[in-house]
């Protein structure tokens, strides 16, 4: 008995489609593979510890100048850490300028007490009004004024500079003494030299420049 072409074709067509479905299902098991090592490396990536990364110092809220509060920065794991970045307070440090909330704090930030740039010189100067003095902080920025006599306009002293301490009189000290208020500022030796002069004939006094932060 004579097969027709059909049956002899039959058994072709089943054997390439077997081929077809094993080829293409290995592709698609080799594609899952990846998939799911992608997905391991990716959950590695994402549990892996904050340690792992440098800690730095942000801060917690927005900062105007001033002395530096521990409590106002918390630790934040970034990477890269930018250049100069803090990691511990010190003592005695003062913000120099304005900072944003989630800032974080490197060492351009900082005005450490009577470190000056070139060209500056740490100046006391004792303001005459202790309430005015009240007002100010290390970091402020100020301008000086001497009055000599009442018939006489105020001069400018010093312009904008910057309020590097304000020491604490000392326990022992005679409060009932009115004798105002002495801070530290940073000035050109020109300027200290003027002040010196103006603090033995004359009453010193300031105003305070808005923080524009």
Known sequence: MRLGPGRHQAPLRATVIQSWLSRHGRRRRLIAAALAAVSIVAAFIATRPAGSAPTVLVAARDLSPGPLNPADFHPAALTPPPAGAVRTIPAGQTLAT????????????????????????????????????????????????????????????????????????????????????????????????????????????????????
């Open 98 to 213: 304005p900072m944003r909330r989630g800032e974080p704090l490197t060492d351009a930030r900082l005005l450490a007490a009577y470190r000056l740039p070139p060209g500056l010189v740490a100046t006391p100067v004792r303001i005459a009004d202790a309430a005015a003095a009240a007002l100010i902080s290390p970091g402020s920025t100020i301008t000086l004024l001497a009055a000599y006599d009442e018939a006489t306009p105020a001069r400018q002293l010093a312009q904008d500079t910057t309020v590097l301490s304000i020491p604490k009189r000392p326990p022992a000290s005679d409060t009932s003494r009115s004798d105002g208020t002495l801070i530290v500022l940073a000035t050109t030796p020109t300027q200290a030299a003027d002040l010196a002069t103006a603090q033995a004939h004359a009453r010193i006094s300031l105003t305070i420049k808005p923080n524009s932060g």
